[in-house]
């Protein structure tokens, strides 16, 4: 069973039936119980990074986040929550995250790109990962994002896309995994990419 | 890269597809779910639901509709057609929907894009323009299926939805709708130079090169119905001439 975080932040349904698409039994849940029997527990989110957080404290979810990741169970976090995996965000101001990877959330900024990078970009491979099996520097995935990933250690990044930087696609420190696009909005890739997170479950 | 988006569009009356005919390869034309099933195999990039339907108490089918989409397309897709309040956002993007787009009631009540957009990210919402040239050399907005003239300025109001949160326009020219003769060009390049939101062409193509001449003044996704509804276009074909001209695309 995995967990899917419910703690306010748009619709989980999508995430859930993904999982079930790989085969993966998804319960959305705010329950520390259900999160420290999981699996794996999945951290979905839209919407704004400091509204996020507060909503997880609101919950009194980030003790048993913290715990659990100690312990080495498997955390993904999709979209944003990817970001609130990381040290801090400069959205709408500072706020802290979970820390669970170093680095920080900026804004996108080169002049003439349009804000949000929307659409399906393709994932280049930084580093070998099993989540990347079968993955090619030709794949696409949906992203829909104005804020993205700088991990104070690059190695963190398994796969990236081109959009005036290197933005973080896929990143994973131990146990700790996350992908800035919808893997369950990015048909066969994003199911190939869930595969793979199962396989890595096993 | 990021690629350029190709985005079928789907007139939905009481849970089926108005138009569309010529495909043999599915069973039921008129369904969402199978038309929409069957555009994402062929590589579009997000779907566009209009909801069309006249009665409100109608309204439930189509939330119905949008489960069952969301339940059987692994593609991002934009519920629009009826949205009027912050509630509608809320029913149709918890039913499974990734956007919603607001196009006379955002006119009518501009607040509404802003408070969408806090509520639920900017990055669902979509400001849809249907805009009308006029003797001054711009143009104008037009509301209730471009029967009215608001005398608003359409760039000025495009501008105006980005600043109150909007995530992206679409930019339906009145103009070029339905005759098939390419989108209007102009617009969408002006439109393309001044916002920093992605822009969804609309309205006019007829050919696959139309497609290419609208990408290439920089929209970022390009909308359709009839051509592909009719399987004038195939959207692998037209994916396959973009990449030969040179404009990113995504291909499966």
Redesign the interface.
């Known amino acids: 069973m995995i967990a899917i975080v419910d703690y306010d932040v748009?619709?989980l349904?999508?995430v859930y039936?993904?999982l079930g698409?790989v085969g993966l039994e998804g319960v959305i849940t705010r329950d520390k119980k259900i999160l420290d029997q999981a699996e794996a527990i999945i951290l979905p989110g839209?919407?704004?990074f400091s509204d996020a957080m507060a909503n997880l404290r609101k919950f009194d979810l980030i003790d048993a986040l913290d715990a659990n990741v100690k312990k080495g169970k498997f955390l993904l976090g999709i979209c944003l929550g990817m970001q609130l995996l990381f040290d801090k965000s400069y959205e709408d101001g500072e706020f802290s995250g979970l820390s669970y990877i170093p680095g920080e959330i900026v804004k996108f900024t080169a002049p003439g790109i349009?804000?949000?990078?929307?659409?399906?970009?393709?994932l280049i491979i930084n580093r070998e990962s099993l989540l990347v099996k079968n993955i090619s520097n030709e794949d696409?995935v949906?992203?829909?994002?104005?804020y993205y990933a700088v991990p104070a250690d690059f190695n963190d990044v398994v796969a990236y896309?081109?959009?005036s930087v290197k933005v973080p696609g896929i990143v994973q420190r131990d146990n700790v995994i996350g992908m800035q696009f919808?893997p369950?909005?990015?048909?066969?890739v994003?199911?190939q990419l869930l595969k793979n997170f199962k396989e890595i479950l096993s | 890269?990021?690629?350029?988006?190709i985005i079928p569009c789907l007139d939905v009356d009481h849970g089926r597809v108005v138009k569309g005919k010529k495909f043999q390869n599915i069973q039921d034309v008129a369904d969402p779910v199978e038309l929409g099933r069957y555009y994402?195999e062929q590589g579009a990039?997000e779907l566009v639901f209009y909801d069309i339907t006249a009665t409100y108490e109608d309204r439930d089918i189509f939330i119905n509709i949008v489960e069952k989409v969301?339940?059987a397309i692994?593609?991002?897709f934009t519920i629009g057609g009826g949205i009027s309040k912050v509630e509608d956002f809320r029913k149709v993007?918890?039913?499974?929907a990734?956007k919603v787009s607001v196009n006379s009631s955002a006119v009518k009540n501009p607040q509404l894009i802003r408070e969408a957009a806090l509520k639920?990210?900017?990055?669902?919402v979509v400001l849809s323009i249907d805009a009308k040239r006029n003797h001054q050399g711009s143009w104008d907005v037009y509301v209730k299926g471009g029967r009215e003239n608001t005398g608003i300025d359409a760039i000025a109001w495009a501008q105006r939805g980005q600043s109150l949160g909007a995530?992206?326009i679409c930019i339906n020219s009145i103009d070029t709708d339905g005759v098939k003769k390419g989108y209007d060009l102009e617009l969408n390049k002006k439109l393309s130079e001044l916002?920093?939101?992605?822009i969804i062409a609309s309205g006019g193509a007829g050919k696959m090169q139309d497609f290419a001449d609208v990408l290439k003044v920089g929209a970022?996704?390009a909308l359709a119905a009839s051509v592909f509804h009719y399987k004038e276009i195939l959207i692998s074909d037209l994916k396959n001439y973009l990449h030969d001209q040179q404009i990113p695309v995504?291909r499966?």
């Open positions: 748009g619709n349904k999508n039936t993904a698409d839209v919407g704004a349009k804000i949000p990078h929307m659409g399906w970009n393709n696409y949906y992203f829909v994002h104005s896309a081109e959009y919808h369950e909005k990015s048909s066969a994003g199911l | 890269m990021l690629t350029k988006r994402s990039d969301a339940e692994r593609i991002p993007l918890m039913a499974g990734d639920f990210g900017s990055q669902c995530g992206e916002l920093t939101i992605p970022d996704a995504r499966v």
